[in-house]
């Protein structure tokens, strides 16, 4: 696999590896949530199974010998899938998946006179199974996540076999025994290869996530890479940064980067479909880069803290000194078909304090706010929710929390 090109990776010159101490933003998902959201989603993986393929199978069927080769996938309904989490794995159980393989075939007669034949058919069936998989990064893919699959099971609940040559006589009285064989061979042997084809394209799903999420018209990036995923307490957490600066296009390269320390927390644990806890230095960054993206040279804008009404920001220029409150808020963005983004915004609520020119000191909380989807704090894969099923609560000076239900 060409790594460079399915992790669709930007180079992070400034900071190539992550840390733990890095993480600014966070998303925790209970199992309930990723329920939700897999039930909604789950078809979007179906584009990556197109390729998947099973080996050749050879079986002695009476006095005949049966070669399916190239069996490939034609057809597949994505199956009923639950889950429960478990402290570092996650246990799924599939329900009725089914599958429509094409093969090309060759029958030949094991004694005289030696009939044989060739030509194509189909393989239909459906499938209930389980799977233990637990997460990881992948290590050519940096700080992409990738599933591991601990542990599987697979049994056929219907099967059918469709031969198409000139000896269609023989094939139908061959029929019943041969599909009895095969399903032995799917079940006793060939599952293992089906199920590392299914995980094989939920990674390659995983892969094309890209490491960087895109503000609106402009190249500013907001970097998505993950620091670490885990299974823990009932919840799927991702940890990420979220620092947003400017990409130079030709070589996807984002050469800045500002050190933080990641701050203690007090453990939330709603019941919330979606989590997402953003550490107050995130706003920082985005706050830099639209100082950089309106070229205001002689402002500064330094992150105070978060209150309960939103977050306090002090700015200064040469024509005023103040302290603004701004309104976190979430916005979706949908940036292709079935794909929404998650912004996280900022909208102007008033100048708490002022020295100096404080009409411009409030004209410049208007235009944060108008420019905020320009350099913005941003994530993907966010299909399926709406801003309406979403509130924003107040952790502490250092946090800021939102939880949003899946509804649609």
Request: overall charge negative; proline content about 2%.
């Amino acid at each position: 696999i060409d790594y460079q090109f399915c992790c669709n990776t930007i180079n992070f010159t400034a900071k190539p590896n992550l840390t733990e101490v890095d993480t600014l933003l966070t998303v925790q998902i209970p199992q309930e949530g990723f329920q939700r959201f897999t039930d909604l989603n789950l078809n979007f993986l179906k584009q990556y199974l197109n390729n998947m393929v099973i080996p050749n199978i050879v079986v002695d069927v009476s006095l005949f010998q049966v070669a399916l080769t190239d069996i490939r996938i034609k057809d597949l309904n994505m199956p009923n899938v639950t889950y429960q989490f478990n402290d570092g794995t996650a246990n799924l159980q599939l329900k009725d998946l089914s599958f429509v393989f094409g093969f090309q075939f060759k029958v030949a007669q094991t004694t005289y006179p030696y009939i044989s034949d060739a030509g194509d058919g189909e393989l239909i069936f459906s499938a209930d199974g389980g799977a233990e998989v637990s997460p990881y990064l992948h290590p050519e893919c940096t700080h992409h996540v990738q599933a591991f699959k601990e542990s599987g099971q697979f049994k056929i609940s219907q099967f059918k076999i469709k031969m198409h040559g000139k000896l269609q006589y023989i094939y139908d009285s061959l029929l019943g025994l041969l599909s009895t064989l095969l399903v032995e061979k799917i079940n006793d042997e060939l599952y293992v290869q089906i199920f590392e084809e299914f995980v094989n394209g939920l990674n390659l799903g995983l892969l094309t996530l890209t490491s960087g999420d895109q503000s609106n018209g402009t190249d500013y990036y907001s970097d998505n890479r993950f620091i670490d995923v885990q299974l823990k307490d009932g919840f799927l957490i991702a940890k990420m940064t979220g620092q947003v600066w400017w990409m130079e296009n030709a070589t996807r390269t984002i050469s800045q980067w500002m050190p933080t320390t990641q701050k203690s927390r007090i453990p939330i644990l709603s019941n919330y479909n979606m989590q997402y806890f953003l550490q107050k230095d995130v706003y920082q960054t985005a706050l830099n880069a639209f100082i950089e993206y309106t070229n205001k040279t002689d402002l500064r804008i330094t992150v105070q803290n978060f209150v309960r009404m939103g977050l306090l920001i002090d700015v200064e220029n040469s024509k005023f000194t103040a302290t603004l409150l701004m309104k976190p808020v979430q916005r979706f963005v949908n940036t292709a078909f079935d794909n929404n983004d998650t912004r996280f915004q900022l909208e102007f609520n008033q100048v708490v304090q002022c020295v100096g020119d404080c009409k411009q000191a409030e004209e410049l909380g208007t235009e944060i706010q108008d420019n905020s989807d320009k350099t913005v704090i941003s994530i993907t894969t966010s299909n399926t929710m709406d801003e309406k099923d979403c509130v924003q609560i107040y952790i502490s000076a250092d946090f800021f929390h939102f939880g949003c239900e899946i509804n649609s």
